[in-house]
């Protein structure tokens, strides 16, 4: 250690012979200041140590974009784009179109379960979709045969699309809740134009993603920021429109694939549909393979019902 006088420990101590009455002096003031350092040293470390994780801890987690798992998981079905459609499902257990849509809508068919929530129990068990995911897809479904009939998306087209983007609000260990939301916000990469990565600034300022710095995909249908403040929706009749909630992110995709008038029972009006939510065909082959399936699922519930 170097004292005051700016010599070292290991140095020869001075001759007695010469006076240094002030030499206690410097060190005991060397020695404080020296202490003084440290203790600072100690408190800014640990400051700094605090704000580090308080950052860490407010960063979003990553979640799967579409190119991602749960993406990877789901086999492309062999169709040529714009050559066919999916199957038509048996339209959320034969409902009659509400407005606004309801969760426990009342069914007067002649055939099928007699709410949409009995649907959406039944159809569960025979896709495999939670019964939940299952409920705010026909809301969404039932809202847009009420305001825009002639687009005619299907429940089976949107809970492909929730398949492949959050596995139904599920994603990384999720649970979704009776009240829509997932048991933690489904958040995704960083959209910062790395490898495979499409570059998007930061169009929320961290609102709805958490990251000020580039945007990432939010909810359970992965709406980028800026697309949700066009499309954002109420599908649950709370007043409000959030991308996490499933009824609202739901009914949100349904008015973005109608856009334009589209038809989304055509070939041609589904394929540009599925393509504008994700430009890759392999994309719009996975959902239409997995919305084929739910759809020939709720098919077999409504012949036994």
């Not at 060397?30 to 801890?57: C, D, H, K, S």
């Not at 409000?240 to 694939?257: E, F, H, S």
């Amino acid at each position: 250690m170097r004292t005051s006088t700016g010599k070292t420990e290991d140095d020869p101590i001075d001759s007695v012979d010469e006076p240094a009455p002030a030499a206690p002096a410097p060190r005991s003031a060397g020695v404080a200041v020296l202490t003084r350092l440290i203790v600072v040293f100690v408190v800014l470390a640990v400051a700094g140590g605090g704000v580090w994780l308080v950052t860490r801890a407010s960063t979003p987690e990553a979640s799967p974009t579409t190119t991602e798992i749960p993406a990877l998981q789901v086999k492309a079905a062999d169709v040529r784009p714009g050559s066919v459609v999916p199957a038509g499902g048996a339209v959320a257990g034969g409902a009659d179109p509400q407005t606004p849509p309801q969760q426990q809508a009342q069914s007067r068919s002649a055939t099928g379960p007699a709410t949409l929530s009995q649907w959406a129990g039944q159809v569960a068990a025979a896709s495999g979709v939670p019964a939940r995911a299952l409920t705010a897809y026909g809301n969404a479904e039932l809202a847009m045969r009420a305001n825009q009939p002639n687009c005619k998306i299907s429940w089976a087209t949107l809970a492909g699309i929730g398949r492949i983007e959050s596995n139904h609000g599920q994603y990384a260990g999720a649970v979704l809740g009776a009240d829509g939301r997932p048991s933690k916000p489904i958040i995704g990469v960083p959209l910062d134009g790395s490898s495979g990565v499409q570059a998007i600034g930061d169009t929320d300022g961290g609102r709805y993603d958490g990251d000020a710095g580039v945007d990432r995909a939010v909810g359970p249908m992965q709406f980028i920021p800026g697309t949700w403040r066009k499309w954002a929706s109420d599908g649950n009749g709370d007043g409000l429109g959030d991308p996490q909630q499933i009824d609202d992110a739901a009914l949100a995709a349904a008015r973005y694939l109608c856009a334009g008038g589209r038809d989304m029972q055509s070939p041609s009006g589904w394929w540009a549909g599925i393509l504008s939510y994700n430009n890759s065909t392999e994309y719009a082959q996975k959902v239409f393979g997995l919305a084929d399936g739910y759809a020939k699922a709720a098919q077999s519930v409504r012949k036994q019902g």
